[in-house]
């Protein structure tokens, strides 16, 4: 029956937290199936408020073969990070 | 009062612990893990209701200042106070007053599924009326089950959806457990002794005045299954459970459940 179903990837939202969460993936039939399994299966302990569900199969990642060339450019780069700029005095809460 | 009362408060906890104690049969079993887990998450929930239940029962028995007399526990035991737990472990099965459709054998996952969805349905809409029970107690243990009976009929109603509108399959097995299974849906609708004297105490729900709401609620979820809703009055139904008449299957439930505190009396583990 598993692998008739397709996989989920499970998010969900804390009571503190604005942004969902990845927590993982599950089975399921359809859409709401895998909003009713999130719930039993992630928020049993009171994990969150709100659950999003995505089709793991519409989830497109970066390669992790390909980190080299993605992220080291941005290594030496400090200038990118806005600490060069003298604040005037007045400004509170930088 | 207090022996309806008391009857009444049993009679919701036998429900709950029946109930549940069959779904948790599927502990482990479940058809994916996924539902293994959701099937043992409502087995819990019920069986919380069940404790709720019971621990106010005790304090009822506790408080009757003549309970040397009373029926409730196995007579020429001495079991001092009574908890929650001497009103699951030590009470013998014409004692219970569940529902029969509780106690019967969870058969296949469409059997299941349509047993918890005919009773989770009728809860709902018992709860809902119990919330203004004049016992506090109950309207509160009420309030707490109706979140979790809401998510039930969801839960179960889906279900029975996917499985009737399935597969061949599926929908054969579904049909079969229909023909099981009805006629043990009348006895929620019937209502015993206990229950007239409740309802007339303004503290038990009139379960006869349930019958619409339910059917209302079936026929629709029949009609998305593409199951035939067996309609009005032309089965003969089963009845019994309220009173302490049982299926063979209740004695079966009790010796497993009971087996520890049976034999190794005031056991802790």
């Not at chain 2, 509780?102 to 809860?123: C, R």
């Amino acid at each position: 029956m598993n692998s008739a179903e397709p996989l989920w990837e499970v998010f969900i939202r804390s009571k503190q937290g604005l942004d969902h969460k990845h927590v993982g993936s599950l089975h399921a039939a359809d859409a709401q199936m895998a909003i009713e399994n999130a719930r039993d299966v992630y928020t049993r302990r009171m994990e969150g408020v709100s659950i999003w569900v995505a089709e793991s199969k519409d989830i497109h990642a970066s390669n992790p073969d390909d980190a080299a060339s993605l992220y080291d450019p941005a290594n030496d780069k400090v200038y990118r990070h806005p600490t060069f700029y003298d604040l005037p005095d007045e400004l509170k809460h930088m | 009062m207090t022996e309806s009362l008391l009857d009444y408060t049993l009679h919701l906890a036998d429900n709950s612990l029946i109930m549940g104690h069959r779904l948790s049969e599927w502990t482990g079993h479940g058809p994916m893990l996924e539902q293994d887990i959701a099937i043992s998450n409502i087995a819990l929930d019920l069986i919380g209701q069940s404790r709720n239940f019971y621990q106010y029962a005790a304090k009822i028995i506790n408080s009757d200042t003549d309970r040397k007399d009373s029926k409730v526990l196995s007579p020429g035991e001495d079991l001092g106070e009574a908890t929650e737990d001497t009103l699951a472990y030590l009470r013998d099965a014409n004692e219970f007053k569940n529902l029969l459709i509780a106690e019967l054998p969870n058969g296949d996952w469409a059997k299941t599924i349509l047993k918890l969805f005919f009773f989770s349905t009728y809860q709902f809409y018992f709860y809902q009326k119990l919330i203004y029970s004049s016992d506090k107690q109950l309207s509160a243990i009420a309030e707490k089950s109706l979140k979790e009976v809401t998510y039930h009929v969801r839960w179960s109603s889906e279900w029975v959806i996917r499985l009737g509108d399935g597969t061949e399959e599926s929908n054969g097995r579904i049909k079969l457990a229909l023909e099981e299974l009805w006629p043990y849906t009348g006895e929620m609708f019937e209502p015993a002794a206990y229950e007239v004297i409740a309802v007339k105490e303004q503290v038990g729900v009139d379960v006869s005045k349930l019958k619409n709401d339910w059917q209302r609620k079936v026929s629709e979820v029949f009609q998305h299954a593409t199951l035939v809703y067996p309609g009005k009055e032309s089965t003969w139904m089963q009845t019994g459970g309220k009173k302490g008449i049982h299926t063979e299957h209740l004695g079966f439930i009790l010796a497993e459940m009971q087996f520890l505190q049976r034999a190794y009396p005031g056991c802790k583990w």
